[in-house]
C-alpha cells in the first residue's frame, strides 16, 4: 500500500508528467477548483444570451457590494468564471486586451469563439510547462456575433466547447439538471434570463434577494452586453414570484 500511495505522489507532483494511466493530476486538481467555485450560469437562447452568478457572503462582515463576478470584455461579449477569483481575474484581462487589439488591427469586433480559443491557447500552454500550473478556473464566455448569439466555456486544460447552456461551480449538477429540464430556445431574452434564475435559486435551494446575485446579458437586437443594477435584478425576482403564485 505504500509503495503504491508514493508510486501515485511521483505524477501528483509534476505537471509535465503522465501518470500510466493517461492523466495529469495538476489539471485535474484545477477542475476541482472549478467545482468547487460559486455557482455560475451561462444560458443562450435566440434573442441573446446571459450570465447568472451567485454572491456568497463568506463572513458576515464581509462587504460583498464591491465584488464583481461579471465583467465586460468588449461592447458585445461579457464574460464570468468560476474557481480561483486571482485566475479568471487575469484572463479577463488578458482577454480585454485582445478584443481590444482587434478592433485597432482589424477594425472589426472579434468573435466569441476566437478569443475563447485565444484564452484557451494561454490555458493550454499552461498545463505543458514546469515551473507553472494550470488556471484553477473555468471562465464562461456570453455574446453576440456574425455568428449570432454565442455562448462558450473554457476548460482548465484548454478545451472550450460552446453550450446553449452550462453551470459551473459548486451547485452546477442540481443546475445543470434544472436547465436540461427547462430550457428553451426560442424564447425573448428576459425569459432565457428568467431560466437562469432559475436554475440558480432551484440548486441554492433558499430564496435569493437580489444582493445575492450578479446578472449580465446580450441581446441580438443591440449587440451590447450589459450588467444589471440591483434594482433591475430585483424586478427579475419579482416577475419570478409572480409567475409561481
Not at 486571482?86 to 482577454?95: F, I, K
Amino acid at each position: 500500500m505504500g509503495l503504491g500511495i508514493s508510486a501515485a505522489a511521483a505524477y501528483d507532483r509534476a505537471i509535465t508528467i503522465f501518470s500510466p494511466d493517461g492523466r495529469l493530476y495538476q489539471v485535474e486538481y484545477a477542475f476541482e477548483a472549478v467545482r468547487q467555485g460559486w455557482t455560475t450560469i451561462g444560458i443562450r437562447g435566440k434573442e441573446g444570451a446571459a450570465v447568472i452568478v451567485e454572491k456568497r457572503k463568506i463572513s458576515p462582515l464581509m462587504d460583498t457590494s464591491p465584488i464583481q463576478k461579471i465583467f465586460k470584455v468588449d461592447d458585445h461579449i461579457g464574460a464570468s468564471f468560476a474557481g480561483i477569483a486571482s485566475d479568471g481575474r487575469v484572463l479577463v484581462d488578458y482577454a480585454r486586451q485582445l478584443a481590444l487589439l482587434h478592433r485597432f488591427y482589424y477594425d472589426e469586433p472579434i468573435t466569441v469563439e476566437y478569443l475563447a480559443k485565444q484564452i484557451c491557447d494561454i490555458k493550454q500552454a499552461y498545463t505543458q510547462h514546469a515551473g507553472v500550473r494550470p488556471f484553477g478556473v473555468a471562465v464562461i464566455f456570453v455574446g453576440v456575433d456574425e455568428n449570432g448569439s454565442q455562448l462558450i466555456m473554457t476548460e482548465p486544460s484548454g478545451r472550450y466547447m460552446s453550450y446553449y447552456a452550462v453551470a459551473l461551480g459548486a451547485k452546477s449538477n442540481a443546475a445543470t439538471e434544472y436547465l436540461e429540464k427547462h430550457y428553451k430556445y426560442d424564447v425573448p431574452i428576459r425569459e432565457t434570463i428568467k431560466i437562469g434564475i432559475s436554475a440558480l435559486i432551484k440548486a441554492l435551494e433558499k430564496k435569493l434577494e437580489a444582493s445575492n446575485l450578479e446578472i449580465g446579458y446580450v441581446d441580438t437586437k443591440t449587440r451590447t452586453f450589459k450588467i444589471l443594477s440591483t434594482e433591475e435584478i430585483a424586478k427579475y425576482l419579482e416577475e419570478l414570484e409572480e409567475q409561481q403564485k
